[in-house]
Nanobody, 116 residues
C-alpha cells in the first residue's frame, strides 16, 4: 500500500506564496502520475497540477497554471506544489495524488486557508 503524506498547509496571507510537499512511502520513479487536487468548501474536488512519469505537466486551469508549479523529485520520493500570490479562492483542502497503472492513491489532505 502506497502512503502519501502532505505537509506545508496552514494559514497563509493573501498575496503570499505557498509551498506544499507530499512524501510517498516508496519509490515514485515508476509512478504513472503524481500531483495535487484541492477541494474548496462547498465545491467539488478539482485537479490543480499533475505530472506524468515522462515529465508532462498538466494544470487545472488558466488561473492555476499562471500561479502554481509542480515539482517531482524522484530521488526524494516527493512531489511539491508551489504557488505565488495566493487568493482567497485558493482556500481548501489540498490532496496529494498518485497513480500506478490502474490504482489510485490519495493523501489525507492538508488544509490551506488564505486570509484576506
Amino acid at each position: 500500500q502506497v502512503q502519501l503524506v502532505e505537509s506545508g498547509g496552514g494559514l497563509v496571507q493573501s498575496g503570499w506564496p505557498l509551498s506544499l510537499s507530499c512524501a510517498a512511502s516508496e519509490s515514485i520513479f515508476n509512478f504513472n502520475a503524481m500531483g495535487w487536487y484541492r477541494q474548496a468548501p462547498g465545491k467539488q474536488r478539482e485537479m490543480v497540477a499533475l505530472m506524468t512519469v515522462g515529465g508532462v505537466t498538466h494544470y487545472g486551469g488558466s488561473d492555476v497554471e499562471g500561479r502554481f508549479t509542480i515539482h517531482r523529485d524522484n530521488a526524494a520520493n516527493t512531489v511539491a506544489l508551489q504557488a505565488n500570490s495566493l487568493k482567497s479562492e485558493d482556500t481548501g483542502v489540498y490532496y496529494c495524488y498518485a497513480r500506478i497503472m490502474r490504482r489510485e492513491y490519495w493523501g489525507q489532505g492538508t488544509q490551506v486557508t488564505v486570509s484576506s
